[in-house]
């Protein structure tokens, strides 16, 4: 069966190769059309984030994306969500642990806005000398690193040739030994969101060790209208949550925890008596310790905000 999967693997590299070197003499010779169409904004960044997390990665790597609100935006829906991939893809090839987030900000300017979109990692970083080769046809940084990363060194070119067809351009900053910010704006038609009604006002109760991560699961609960409080620990969150069913402090909706909170703490479910409590949205793989629990279901960080409010609806 590893057979089959490392020629299934080869044969989906080198058709991504083929399809590289054929998008890219369309591109140079003006052979290809962008395709205006009206689409959810979300929906293109989720699809692009559920394609590069299915890109074998560090165990202590994690995905994940920052957006204040959902927007219906006109443009090339495919061409973007293949620039959006390019850069995750880089991004996860050259970062062995830490964070890739790819961060959205909406400027609305009249009639029109602009979208800023940046993919940021914690990864090895790129020296100026090398960021000059990123632009060039099968260009490769250092060869140290290419010689640990496979790749036909287009990526960046098309994704580069797709954005001046759109009027923009894509720039870097890197540093070496601390990671790299890839980053685009574009000008378009679009429309801006109201939260939904059945999460606005609602409260979200999250429960993380980290701050970066806290801010991504704040941005998703904000999107939705909702309100949030933070804490770190499983047993300040115990403290919180039943002050509220006392009716002594403020009752949440919805808890948001991280799952490795829950490693070798079999006692903490029934501590926190999840079953008859708030929904408990554990953020990464199930702990075997709240299978078979009522009350509670597992999200990536790349999913959260649309299953959040499945299941609040």
Known sequence: MEHVDNIASCANGNLRIVNDILDLAKLQHDKFQLVNTEFDLRSCIESALATAGAIPKAAKLQLGYLMPCDLTIQGDNNRLQQILLNLLSNAIKFTAEGLVTLTCQVMKMGDSMQVQFMVEDTGTGISWED???????????????????????????????LLKAMGSKMEIESTPGQGSKFFFTLQCQGKIQLPPMVTKEKRALIV??????????????????????????????????????????????????????????????????????????????????????????????????????????
């Open 131 to 161: 960021c000059k080769q990123l632009w060039k046809d099968f260009g490769q940084v250092g060869s140290s690193i290419a010689q640990r990363q496979c790749g036909t060194g287009l990526g960046l070119v098309i994704s580069q040739h």
């Open 208 to 313: 993380h060790g980290c701050r970066q991560q806290i801010r991504r699961v704040e941005a998703h609960c904000e999107s939705l209208g909702m309100k949030t409080q933070a804490v770190c620990s499983l047993g300040v969150a115990q403290m919180l949550l039943r002050a509220g069913s006392m009716g002594r402090g403020r009752r949440y909706n919805v808890v948001l925890c991280d799952a490795a909170l829950f490693n070798g703490r079999n006692d903490w479910v029934s501590k926190l008596n999840i079953s008859d409590g708030p929904p408990w949205v554990v953020i990464g793989d199930l702990p075997h310790s709240l299978h078979g629990v009522s009350n509670v279901f597992a999200v990536n960080t790349s999913m959260m905000q649309r299953r959040l409010r499945e299941r609040l609806e």
